[in-house]
Structure formats: structure tokens, C-alpha cells
């Protein structure tokens, strides 16, 4: 099949790659670019565990063709650390217990740090609902619930200090 | 020094002493503390490595053709068009494995299960045949283009039919067979007939008695569906003659042995390993026959190949759970005091009998039935029969087939209250098993060990104010409004298990801790069990470091790596605590004795002289006078007592004396629109007394979880096939996961009641709220119609379900 050359942002890094038409961004990021956090848990878009942050909005890369993805902007959870240390959100997941076996986590932080910049103090409703897109078999959600309230709340302490 | 200065002295000195203590105690992060957990660090981070992470040069990627119908005869099978795919490598059928004796493979049941259809096919997406290509897009294009003929023959769905005399027959294999692994049988399509109990007894106990009540209860089914799917990497390395075999294994041990089995390949020349697992709840602990293609296109073809689910087939082929047809009785005195119970169930194993339970031990431990309850006498049969459905009949999140009946005698009991007009808490408290009466014989042949359930009921009404709840429920009658109290009182029996009843393949369900301490004090930790997310080098390393007296942190757990652990069972049935974590106190006491022998040349007192004190070794009435762990360690390693041998290691194998039996009290309070039959769960409490408790943190994680999915089971889940044997919603559509919007809020609670026999008194708690949460939520539905003369209401209660309930009654409008 012909095949297509893309160029992307990822995690701040300029990468290229080649692709077919029909290559999901997902198997690009796992397998050419060996990015290996974000998961595959259904290939359908019904479980959240591939989410990234494509162009400043929370995708399903096992929906998204590696090609849409030319010349944007991607975060996966291996950028959301910076400078070696770990982001609010990954700092209250440990702490509050919000994974288990850790499946889900990357897409779950991947969409929860979208939805902190979209609302930063969010109510427990407004996350419930903000994360209703990502699946966890392991948590009960409870204490990823916690981890993003308080991670939240970190986030507007710092900010406010800035 | 007058008398009272010493006094005051002697004081103080304990006062200090005390308070390093706890501060020592804190310093080691062992039993009872909230650790933080250690493999966290690398999931928050998407460093984690899962199966489907692992990348090695030149692999490959199979996946299978599977069959559009469930019973059908395969006339035959084209694989030219797809060898002709660029990038197709291999298309391999039952034909090319029948060579190797392949195309079959045992199961854990001593059934049998083709790994690629052999003639026939037995339900739809079965393993027809496995296309290896260069890489996962190739291998599907591979898939559309073999050509299979089939010729369609009846088919067998509904069990219930399964044992008629003009019943299609499904397994022409064994249809001559009088046994198929599991004792007699009475027709082609039946696998077995299981007993437990006294017939005669129990039929005196129902003739003789003031009040009986039945009832028929169908316990869907369903599916474990972890978050990963199964899949697998079988690597052959050509020189060597060494396989190694990465996958998805709950019990990467027994993987070993079976692969050995069926492959012939010496176990020394295998290498299993369980990578991070994404979750497995019973899922993962049975061989598919991925893993035996995989493993046979990796020799024939001399590269590593791997293969991964999809969801969809995750769902329709691996490892279905529950589908119990449950018929119950329950004899009982005027004041609802149980006298007798009686049950009768017809499993649904699917096409092959691959259910993964102790092999001695067909139906499970589905006779624990009698439950948290002192009934004198009962009876138990469980038949077995084939379907046109996909295999398996695992524990999913339960000891097997424990939540089975733990839902049917907790129906029951609220089935026999309506009866009596008696409370569904009143007629738990009058039939427990009261405290002081255990160790406790079941009649069906089980010796609880340790238990308060009337306490826990108590502490769980108090809680929520049940009383008032009664109170506000009523008036809501009054007014017509639907409101639900599900109560369960559940005991769970997990720990499999002894030896002497307990075995898979003849193996015995023992488990295993190596401990090896390092000279500077600190120390590795191996365990033949695998964690699929429940934090075992977390609380392993706190139970080694409450024996050991070496910090938590400076303790390194490793399981999962056959080359690298003892052989252990591996992790299902919430066997790690009871066993798995028994073997590590174990081992830790060992290296204890050891220390103890090195303290005392060190010291120079004989061992007797010596105390344990949380990290070190003191002498007796000379406090001062101590040897402390690490330096203990490097004594092992430099200045040893004549006839020791150098080294602090050792290896412990625990073969369980008993089950544990952990314990729970739960109450669901539901609200229901009787327009709609929409269900709002208004309030969850669930508290469970596992024991000694090693991470309160982790022990309300899986709580929080395993109510999770047993609201998922009662409320949405089952998969369900229409009359010909179409699997209806395989996929994430249709299948109920629940969100964290529908997900309740969960309350926690506890009380703890050790296992006398368990080394640190700990129960195992992952299973509990599965186990117990599915009849609570039942319950509760069935409690909101109670007073309208409902007696059961089959899950899963979806609001169309519910609905329908409420428009048979003429009450949705
Ligand atoms: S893998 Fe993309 S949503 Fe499930
Ligand atoms: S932690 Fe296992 S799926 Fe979320």
C-alpha cells in the first residue's frame, strides 16, 4: 500500500515517520515511535486507554489515522513530566491510590490533564463526567476522582503563587 | 538510690525504649501502614510493560480466522489467496498442527479444546485458523482472504435442552466417552454430575418442616474483561532450543508446565514470563490457543510471534464466567431458623469443558452455599453440559464459583424473609453462625475458620440507620414510591488451597517465597504468584519487613519470571494472601531463625538469650545490648559461628492448612422511577473483615473495585446469543463497563477477625466485593418491589428490565 510521509510535534520533539492511509495513530506512536504508554484496550473508541492530546484536545488514537495527525501537535503521558519532575496529576494518582494496574492510567492522565485546562476546579460531577470516555476495570474510579480534585488543587496553588 | 528514683528511672527507660520502637516500626513501612505503592512509579509515567510493549527483532504478528457460525462442519479451507498477501507469511490450520498433535490441547478441566477447529467448529469466532504476517495490518488483510467452506449444523444454545434424546450432538470427539475428565455422565452432551451433602437428610429436614420456599435464579452470563486483553510473544531461539514465551499469565508457572506438556519441550528449555498484566479477574489464567499457535509459529518459523486480542474477541472466546441455572429450596422453622436447603443447578460450560478450578473440584467450591449460616443439613447437585457457546467457566473476581453461591443463599434468605414477614436483617441474625461457634463444621464439609458476622451485621446497620431506612421506605410505599434495602452477609471461602483436596494438572495448590538478604541489609524477594494490579511488591515487601526488620523500601519483590521465582500457583481465587503471602512471612521467619543464630555468635550469648525486637535482635534484660538486622547481614556474609554456611537466603513452600474464610456485611440502598426503571443507587457500605489487614490503602482499592464489578454484573452485564448461536454484543458497546458517571460512591468499613491458622492472620479481600456486592445490589432492587409480592427478578436489572417489572405490576404510570 503507498505510503505517506508525516511530520508531527510530539512531546515537544519535532518527529517524521512513514505511514499507509490507513495506519491508526496509535500503532504509529507504539510501534514506529516506540511511545508505548498510551494503550490499546478495544481498537472501537469505547475505553479511553489510547487517549492523547491532539492540537489541544483529548483523542482516541485507535480512531484517528496516523495521516490526521500530520503537521499537529501530540502529548502523550511520556511528556507530561517536565524536567524530571512528575505533574501534579501523576504526583496525586500515586499518593491517592488512583491505579491499580496501571492500565488505564496513561490515557486516564492524558485526559485529565485536558480537562483541568479546561476547568480548573471541576466538582466531583464535572470529572465524573470529564472522564466518563476512559474505562478503568481496577479503581472504581473513586480515588482517580480524589487524585484529580486534588491534583486540581495543587495546580490553582501553584498558579495563584506564580 | 532510694526505691522510687529506680522506679522512676526504670520508667523512663521503657518510656524511650517504647517510642524508638515505634519509630523503628514506622521506619520499616511493614504490616498495617499505608504504603505508597512502588510500581507506581513507572505506570504514572506510561513506562509500565505490558505484553503487547514488548518489541523484538524480526517478530511477527498472528491472528486467527474464526468462525462466522456456531456449529458447523468444516467442508474445507483455501488459504491461497491470503499466502499470496504481501507481507502474509504462514497460514497455519488444524491440518498442519495434527502432525505435532497440536491441533488439541488439554484443558485445566481434563476436557479437551481444539486449538484450531478440528472437522467442526462449536461456537461462533472460534480458532479456525492463524495467519502469521509481518505485521498486524498484513495478518488481517490475511484473514479476509482465506476461503472457508462450512456446512451449518444444529445448533444446541439453550442447556436446558442440552440432555435431550433428539439434542444435536456437539463433541462427535467424545461422544463415545463415558467420562470426560471429571466423572460419569449420562449423555454425549453432558460433562458431569457433582454432589455434595446428605439427599436423605435433607429430604427428611423439607417433609418435616412448618415453611419451605423455592425459587429459580439464573446467574447470567458474563465476562471478566480486564482492561488489557489477553495476547502473547513466543519467542524460539533456533541455537539454544530455548522458548520463551511472554503473554498475559495469571499462574506463568503452570503455563510452563502446560506448554511442556503439549509441546514436549523440557521445562528447562521453556521460560515463562508475566510482564505487567492489565488487570485479570480470572481471565488470564487458562491456556487459548493464541498461545499455543504463537508458540508453534515461533519453532516452525524461527522468529518471535505475537499475538493480541481484540476486544471483541476477548469478550466472544476467552473465558466467560457464571451462566448458572440455579434452582433453590429452603426449609425452615416458623421463625424463618433454616432447617434444610436444597440445590440444583445446570452449568453451562460451553462447547470445551476449560474451566479453571481445582481439578477435583468440577462446580467449584459451590458448596459454600450454606454461607454465612448454621444450617444443619443440605443437598447440592451441579450438572455440567455442552453448548454451541464459547468455553471457559472461570472465576471471574471470586473464588471459584463462590459468587454463585454466595448470591443464591443470599437471595434466598431475603426470599424465605418476604415469606415470613420477618426483616432481612432479623432473619441473618437469627440464623448466623454465632461467634463462638468456630472453628465451624459446614454440612456440606467446609471448616470456617474464623468469624463475627452478627457483630459486622450490627456495625453495619448502626452505620447506615437501617431502622430509619425502614422507616423512610415505608412511607415511601405509602406513596408509591420505589425504594430498595439489599442487605448481604456473605462468606467467602479463597486460599486454594491444602494440598490433600487442592491440585491443577496433579500439581498441588501450595505457594512459594525466596528471600535472599543482601550483605548490606537490604534484600530480594521472589513469590510464585502474579499481581495483575493488586500492589504485590508493595505488600509483600511490608509483610517481609514486619518479619525480616528490613525497611519495605530496601525490599525488591519479583514474581511473574519462570527462570527467576519457585514455582508457585500463581494469583486467582484472592489465593495471594492466604498463600502467597503466607509462604513470604514463612520465608521471612526462616531467615529470622538464621539471623538468630548469627545475633547470638555476634553477641556472644546462646540463642535463648535472645528476643526479637521489630529490627534487631536484644538480649534479654540488657536492652542496650542488641544486634540489629543489617548488621546481622553482614555478619552472614563475613563473620559467621563455626558450622553455619555463609549466606542469608532462604526458600519457603506453604501448602495451606485450610482456606481462609473472609467475611462481609454490605447494604444497598436503591431508588427506582417506577416510569422509567431507572436505578439510582443512593448509598453503598460495605464492610469487610479479611483478617489482619496489611494495606488499609490497597484493601479499600480493591474494595472500591470489586463493588465496581459487581454493580456491572448486577446492573448491565451478560452476554447474551440468539437462537443460533450469534454472540449479541461482543464489543464495548454493547457490553456494560461501567463509567465513572454511573459508578457509585463507595463507604468502606471494617472489622478484623484473624485466620487462626494463617501465619499473619490475613484473609485476602480482592474477591469480597465482587462476591458479596452482586446479591446487595440485587437485593435491593428485588426489596423495592418486595412489598408488591416480588420474590426475584432476574439480573441483570438494566432500567428496561426494571421497567418491565414495574408495567407487569401496572405501576409505571
Ligand atoms: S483503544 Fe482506543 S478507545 Fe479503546
Ligand atoms: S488501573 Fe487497571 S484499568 Fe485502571
Not at chain 1, 6 to 29: C, D, Q, S
Request: a negative charge.
Amino acid at each position: 500500500m503507498a505510503k505517506t510521509e508525516i511530520k508531527l510535534t510530539v512531546n515537544g520533539e519535532e518527529v517524521a515517520g512513514t505511514v499507509e492511509p490507513r495506519t491508526l495513530l496509535i500503532h504509529f506512536l507504539r510501534e514506529q515511535l516506540n511511545l508505548t504508554g498510551a494503550h490499546i484496550g478495544c481498537e472501537t473508541s469505547h475505553c479511553g486507554a489510547c487517549t492523547v492530546d491532539l492540537n489541544g484536545k483529548s483523542v482516541k488514537s485507535c480512531t484517528v489515522f496516523a495521516v490526521q495527525a500530520d503537521g499537529g501537535e501530540l502529548l502523550t503521558v511520556e511528556g507530561l513530566a517536565q524536567g524530571g519532575e512528575l505533574h501534579p496529576l501523576q504526583a496525586a494518582f500515586a499518593e491517592d491510590h488512583g491505579l491499580q494496574c496501571g492500565f488505564c492510567t496513561p490515557g486516564m492522565l492524558i485526559r485529565a490533564q485536558r480537562l483541568l485546562r479546561e476547568n480548573p476546579d471541576p466538582s466531583e460531577a464535572e470529572i465524573r463526567w470529564g472522564i466518563s470516555g476512559n474505562l478503568c476495570r481496577c479503581t472504581g474510579y473513586q480515588n482517580i476522582v480524589k487524585a484529580i480534585r486534588n491534583a486540581a488543587q495543587v495546580m490553582r496553588q501553584k498558579e495563584a503563587a506564580e | 538510690m532510694s526505691e522510687t528514683q529506680t522506679e522512676t528511672q526504670a520508667e523512663t527507660q521503657t518510656e524511650t525504649q517504647t517510642a524508638t520502637t515505634a519509630e523503628r516500626e514506622a521506619a520499616l513501612g511493614g504490616i498495617g501502614c499505608d504504603k505508597r505503592r512502588k510500581e507506581d512509579a513507572r505506570f504514572i509515567r506510561g513506562q509500565g510493560n505490558f505484553v503487547d510493549d514488548i518489541k523484538m527483532p524480526k517478530m511477527v504478528f498472528g491472528d486467527f480466522v474464526r468462525s462466522p457460525h456456531a456449529h458447523a462442519r468444516i467442508k474445507s479451507i483455501d488459504k491461497e489467496k491470503a499466502l499470496a498477501v504481501p507481507g502474509v507469511i504462514a497460514v497455519l490450520t488444524a491440518d498442519d498442527l495434527r502432525p505435532l498433535n497440536l491441533h488439541w490441547m488439554p484443558t485445566l478441566a481434563g476436557d479437551r479444546q481444539a486449538v484450531l477447529a478440528d472437522e467442526k467448529v462449536h461456537f461462533q469466532n472460534q480458532e479456525v485458523a492463524f495467519v502469521i504476517a509481518e505485521d498486524r495490518y498484513a495478518a488481517s488483510d490475511g484473514i479476509q482472504l482465506v476461503e472457508v467452506d462450512y456446512e451449518e449444523l444444529p445448533v444446541l444454545i439453550d442447556p436446558k435442552k442440552a440432555l435431550d434424546d433428539d439434542a444435536p450432538i456437539l463433541r462427535e470427539d467424545v461422544k463415545d466417552k463415558d467420562e470426560v475428565g471429571q466423572g460419569p455422565r449420562r449423555h454425549p452432551n453432558h460433562i458431569f454430575n457433582w454432589q455434595s451433602g446428605d439427599k436423605d437428610a435433607t429430604d427428611k429436614a423439607f417433609d418435616g418442616a412448618a415453611v419451605t420456599v423455592k425459587e429459580e435464579m439464573f446467574y447470567q452470563r458474563v465476562h471478566p474483561s480486564p482492561l488489557e486483553t489477553c495476547g502473547c510473544v513466543a519467542s524460539m531461539d533456533a541455537v539454544s532450543g530455548r522458548l520463551t514465551l511472554y503473554g498475559t499469565f495469571q499462574a506463568p508457572h503452570v503455563v510452563r508446565t502446560v506448554v511442556s506438556l503439549i509441546s514436549g519441550l523440557a521445562e528447562s528449555n521453556i521460560r515463562v514470563v508475566s510482564p505487567d498484566v492489565g488487570g485479570g479477574f480470572g481471565n488470564k489464567v487458562g491456556p487459548y490457543p493464541g498461545y499455543v499457535c504463537s508458540v508453534v509459529g515461533s519453532i516452525v518459523l524461527g522468529r518471535p510471534v505475537k499475538w493480541i486480542e481484540s476486544r471483541i474477541d476477548n469478550i466472544s472466546t476467552t473465558a466467560f464466567a457464571r451462566d448458572y441455572h440455579m434452582s433453590c429450596e429452603l426449609a425452615a422453622d416458623k421463625d424463618g431458623r433454616i432447617t434444610g436447603l436444597r440445590a440444583n443447578v445446570l452449568a453451562d460450560h460451553g462447547a470445551f469443558n476449560s474451566h479453571a478450578q481445582p481439578m477435583k473440584w468440577p462446580a467449584g467450591f459451590f458448596n459454600i452455599v450454606t454461607g454465612s449460616y448454621d444450617i444443619p443439613t443440605a443437598h447440592v447437585t451441579v450438572d455440567g453440559v455442552y453448548t454451541n457457546k464459547a468455553p471457559g467457566g472461570v472465576a471471574y473476581r471470586c473464588s471459584f464459583r463462590v459468587t454463585e453461591a454466595a448470591y443464591l443463599i443470599e437471595r434466598m434468605l431475603d426470599v424465605l424473609a418476604q415469606k415470613l414477614g420477618i426483616d432481612k436483617a432479623e432473619i441473618r441474625l437469627r440464623n448466623f453462625i454465632k461467634a463462638e461457634q468456630f472453628p465451624y463444621q459446614s454440612c456440606l464439609g467446609w471448616e470456617y475458620d474464623s468469624g463475627d458476622y452478627t457483630t459486622a451485621l450490627k456495625q453495619a446497620m448502626k452505620a447506615v440507620g437501617y431502622e430509619e431506612l425502614r422507616k423512610e421506605q415505608a412511607e415511601k410505599r405509602a406513596r408509591g414510591e420505589l425504594m430498595g434495602i439489599g442487605i448481604a452477609t456473605f462468606t467467602e471461602i479463597v486460599g486454594a488451597g491444602p494440598s490433600r483436596n487442592c491440585d491443577i494438572l496433579g500439581i498441588k495448590m501450595f505457594e512459594s517465597c525466596e528471600i535472599r538478604v543482601h550483605p548490606t541489609g537490604s534484600a530480594i524477594a521472589r513469590i510464585g504468584t502474579k499481581s495483575t494490579g493488586q500492589g504485590h511488591e508493595t505488600t509483600y515487601a511490608q509483610i517481609i519487613a514486619s518479619e525480616i526488620g528490613i525497611p519495605s523500601d530496601l525490599i525488591t519483590v519479583e514474581e511473574g519470571d519462570t527462570d527467576v521465582g519457585p514455582y508457585g500457583l500463581g494469583t486467582y481465587g484472592s489465593r495471594s494472601t492466604p498463600v502467597g503471602a503466607a509462604a513470604a512471612a514463612r520465608a521471612g521467619r526462616k531467615i529470622r531463625d538464621k539471623a538468630r543464630k548469627i545475633a547470638a555468635h555476634m553477641l556472644e550469648v546462646s540463642e535463648s538469650d535472645l528476643e526479637w525486637d521489630v529490627d534487631r535482635f536484644t538480649v534479654k534484660g540488657v536492652p542496650d545490648l542488641s544486634a540489629a538486622m543489617k548488621d546481622i547481614a553482614m555478619a552472614a556474609y563475613s563473620n559467621l559461628p563455626e558450622g553455619l554456611e555463609h549466606g542469608l537466603e532462604v526458600v519457603d513452600y506453604y501448602d495451606p492448612p485450610n482456606m481462609t474464610y473472609p467475611f462481609g456485611a454490605y447494604i444497598c440502598v436503591v431508588d427506582i422511577d417506577r416510569h422509567t426503571g431507572e436505578i439510582s443507587v443512593r448509598k453503598f457500605y460495605a464492610l469487610d473483615d479479611c483478617g489482619t489487614r496489611i494495606n488499609p490503602m490497597i484493601i479499600e482499592g480493591q474494595v472500591h473495585g470489586g463493588l465496581t464489578e459487581a454493580f456491572a454484573i448486577a446492573m448491565g452485564q451478560e452476554i447474551v446469543f440468539d437462537e443460533i448461536g450469534n454472540v449479541l454484543g461482543a464489543s464495548l458497546l454493547d457490553y456494560f463497563l461501567p463509567t465513572a458517571v454511573e459508578t457509585p460512591h463507595w463507604e468502606t468499613d471494617h472489622t478484623v477477625t484473624p485466620s487462626p491458622h494463617h501465619p499473619i492472620g490475613a484473609k485476602g479481600v480482592g474477591e469480597s466485593p465482587n462476591v458479596g456486592g452482586v446479591p446487595a445490589f440485587s437485593n435491593a432492587v428485588v426489596d423495592a418491589f418486595a412489598h408488591l409480592d416480588v420474590t426475584h427478578m432476574p439480573m441483570p436489572h438494566t432500567a428496561w428490565r426494571v421497567w418491565q417489572t414495574c408495567h407487569d405490576l401496572g405501576i409505571d404510570k
